[in-house]
């Protein structure tokens, strides 16, 4: 499988920006966003269950909304009320099998290519 993301952007704080994420196949993946801000590691952002559960870190809840279109089989984060903490570079990335640790970076067998997100003060 693989991931194509993109969306990303410069933006200034308080705007917004949607990341899209392409799946090469048609699958029942659960289907999450990570990102990465420079000198730290990986971190969970999002996760959009094969059942429709969704899930976010804490700093996001309110802000970010994770969704998924079955017609174009593509999942997407909306991202409003930006921050410079924010800034990152953002991962889509897929699991195929059951798990109860959706939130770690671990448990995904696929990932995108990354897209980088800069907000500015």
């Known amino acids: 499988v693989q991931l194509q993301a993109s969306g990303g952007g410069l933006v200034q704080a308080g705007g917004s920006l949607r990341l899209s994420c392409a799946p090469s196949t048609r699958t029942g993946y659960h289907m999450g966003w990570f990102r990465q801000a420079p000198g730290k590691e990986r971190e969970f952002v999002a996760v959009?269950?094969?059942?429709?559960?969704?899930y976010y870190t804490d700093s996001v809840k309110g802000r970010f909304t994770i969704s998924r279109d079955n017609a174009q089989n593509t999942i997407y984060l909306q991202m409003n009320s930006l921050k410079p903490e924010d800034t990152a570079v953002y991962y889509c990335?897929?699991?195929?099998?059951?798990?109860?640790?959706?939130?770690?970076?671990?448990?995904?067998?696929?990932w995108g290519q990354g897209t980088q997100v800069t907000v500015s003060s």
């Open positions: 990335a897929a699991r195929s099998r059951a798990t109860k640790n959706p939130r770690e970076v671990s448990e995904y067998d696929y």
């Open positions: 959009i269950m094969w059942t429709g559960n969704v």
